[in-house]
């Protein structure tokens, strides 16, 4: 039962046994399962048992259905929500004042006093809210987990020896013992270079010295800072639950020469800051950093807008495709270096961009330097390098190496035609000298110049015309022009969420709409963007989708694709300011989603009949509030949150309270 799901009947053919499994499986799991379960075994002597694939394989993302339905107490909540946003819409119709949204804020409890609503608007609301309590009843449900899934999901959480992490890049889950991931783990944080090992009472002293210099910075700056940015840090501050970071790996699977050899595998270092006592502050840089990186010439910010400017080059014979990969460039980014640079770069360009140097280089100083997380029962310092999961680390790392650029790019114009970097990539044009032992010089020269910056150490491939691998593309030169397809990674598992997950009905459309978009977006020739159609639909179906519901669904997202891409840049930006002027006139009721719960055309149904149009009243857009504006409503959307996906169930994040031997006696 352990190793494949099931005990066979020894006294029974091989035969029988598979008509009695199949008899007794469920129709709903009949017609959805997926074809393709995988994950990926990185335990030494690979001890998972094959049925753990049938859990595992089905996604970190796939969401196992609550015991129990929606209850009536559950929605009053999302009820009484949908009534203070209705109040606020009245209360304010015809205000002329403007009423953008700050990026950082804290969310008011303040209402609208009752006199000043008019007492049509809770009448129809309260109606609403009857007949939703009335559909809405809290019943237990059945599992979209056969028993032997649901066993192994509990032996999974209850088995502290095993650790089920992720992939870097993407490519699936893994499962590795415990005790690796802490040696893997204390390969990075034994690095004194990087990391500093602190005891607790080092670590809380270090805490409060932290919240001191933030509650420093906010009151020497706070009338240089906007009201909304000095409430929301000020808020989360006081409202810290725990001050730390969490710090975790991610498999480098891909650098593996064989998955058959899996006993070191290189790993991603990650530290999730979302938290932590600066995270509020670090949001805030964030916030200013952004903009200055998406200034610098060099600056991607996808592979759809990189391909826009791609395909406008005309290209000469001699031009060909490079690439390079920055070594760990967050950790190799000295943070003492760093906050010399860039703080001078931010002082020369204050006029460009509008930011506060003085209180934006302080708060660089208060972010970079005070990394603090735990891992287990250890308390660590970053003093060196950018931490990966920090708020304003990608585009402080897009700073600092374009300060190194904007010196260098303009002096290579005759032989590099092109250059952009994403982060750690970087992809340009070269224009090959006609004497190769010149152009061979002139390409090591260039190289030598990209990789003279405080230590940071560039990969380069060779010139190539054909087949080179950026981002998620692979590109090539033919006729003067740029061809691109996607590139897809050899150990990608391609584990889309199945259709029995406890998904919102949205979630799937979704995927499909964008990944059509994609397709057509990043393959220049039709019959490449054919075949990566025919590959995704296959895929799907090999997860269990149903080809009468993909069918409607590709064609719609076909459709969508080639209008979209028809569209110019202006149409684009006018069909975007549209939606957002749409989404303005529109309300949400908060629902925590459940298949068994009353489906979506019901509860809208219902807002029609009692809310958007009563038989007999004017529609709800038609109604005036007491200053005579009209009301600014015109649909009301039902905003799903999802239950706990196997990922929250297995997180690997915080190991603290996993039974054995703490992660410092491995030290």
């Not at 400017?309 to 460039?329: Q, V, Y």
């Amino acid at each position: 039962m352990r190793r494949y799901g099931f005990i066979p009947d020894i006294t029974k053919t091989v035969l029988q046994n598979a008509t009695h499994l199949l008899g007794e499986m469920p129709m709903w799991y009949y017609a959805t399962r997926p074809s393709n379960l995988k994950f990926h075994d990185l335990t030494t002597n690979k001890i998972m048992p094959p049925a753990v694939s049938s859990l595992l394989g089905q996604n970190l993302k796939f969401i196992p259905k609550p015991t129990y339905t929606t209850s009536t107490k559950e929605m009053q909540e999302s009820l009484d929500r949908l009534e203070r946003d209705m109040h606020l819409k009245i209360y304010f119709a015809g205000s002329t004042e403007e009423k953008k949204k700050a990026p950082l804020y804290v969310p008011s409890p303040w209402r609208p006093p009752c006199r000043d609503i008019p007492h049509w608007v809770d009448t129809r609301l309260a109606r609403f809210s009857k007949a939703i309590e009335s559909i809405f009843r809290r019943r237990r449900a059945p599992s979209n987990l056969l028993p032997f899934q649901r066993h192994i999901l509990e032996n999974l959480t209850q088995d502290h020896s095993i650790v089920i992490a992720n992939t870097d890049k993407g490519l699936g889950p893994c499962a590795i013992e415990l005790e690796r991931y802490y040696r893997d783990v204390l390969i990075h944080l034994q690095n004194d270079k990087v990391y500093e090992l602190l005891s607790e009472a080092e670590a809380m002293a270090a805490v409060k010295q932290l919240e001191k210099e933030i509650k420093d910075w906010l009151d020497t700056y706070e009338l240089d800072l906007e009201e909304s940015d000095h409430t929301y840090i000020a808020t989360h501050l006081l409202n810290n639950k725990d001050p730390f970071g969490y710090f975790y790996l991610l498999y480098k699977i891909h650098k593996l020469p064989s998955l058959d050899d899996v006993d070191i595998c290189p790993t991603r270092p990650v530290c999730s800051s979302c938290g932590s006592i600066d995270h509020p502050l670090g949001a805030w840089v964030n916030l200013q950093l952004q903009p200055v990186a998406q200034a610098q010439p060099s600056f991607i910010k996808n592979s759809a807008s990189l391909l826009l400017e791609l395909r406008e080059l005309n290209l000469p014979p001699n031009a060909f495709l490079f690439t390079a990969d920055a070594k760990s460039m967050y950790t190799n980014i000295d943070t003492d270096v760093a906050l010399d640079i860039i703080p001078k770069f931010l002082e020369e360009n204050e006029s460009q961009f509008g930011y506060n140097t003085k209180a934006l280089i302080a708060a660089l100083e208060i972010v970079f330097r005070n990394n603090l997380f735990r891992f287990g029962d250890l308390y660590t310092k970053q003093i060196s390098g950018t931490a990966m999961g920090k708020r304003p680390a990608p585009p402080w790392a897009t700073i600092f190496f374009a300060i190194h650029e904007n010196g260098f790019v303009h002096l290579w114009i005759q032989v590099l035609l092109f250059f952009k970097r994403y982060l750690d990539d970087i992809l340009g044009i070269w224009l090959a000298h006609p004497d190769p032992e010149t152009n061979a010089k002139l390409w090591q020269e260039f190289q030598d110049v990209v990789n003279d910056f405080h230590g940071l150490e560039w990969s380069f491939t060779e010139l190539s015309k054909s087949d080179v691998v950026f981002m998620d593309m692979s590109l090539s030169i033919a006729n003067g022009k740029i061809e691109s397809t996607i590139y897809e990674k050899k150990l990608a598992l391609y584990l889309y969420i199945p259709p029995n997950s406890a998904h919102p009905p949205g979630v799937l459309p979704g995927l499909v709409m964008g990944n059509v978009l994609r397709i057509f977006q990043l393959c220049t020739k039709s019959e490449d963007i054919n075949s990566k159609l025919e590959m995704f639909m296959s895929r799907l179906l090999n997860r269990g989708h149903q080809q009468s519901t993909l069918l409607p669904l590709f064609d719609k997202a076909i459709a969508n694709a080639t209008t979209y891409l028809e569209k110019s840049e202006d149409a684009k930006l006018a069909a975007a300011l549209e939606q957002a002027e749409a989404a303005e006139r529109r309300v949400y009721l908060h629902v925590p989603y459940h298949p068994d719960n009353p489906p979506p055309r019901t509860i809208q149904s219902l807002w029609q009949q009692h809310v958007a149009e009563p038989f007999g009243q004017l529609p709800l857009n038609k109604m005036k509030n007491r200053e005579g504006a009209e009301v600014p409503v015109d649909k009301m959307i039902i905003a799903y949150h999802r239950a706990p996906n196997l990922g929250n169930l297995l997180s690997y994040r915080k190991v603290a309270n996993r039974d054995g031997p703490k992660v410092s006696s491995y030290l």
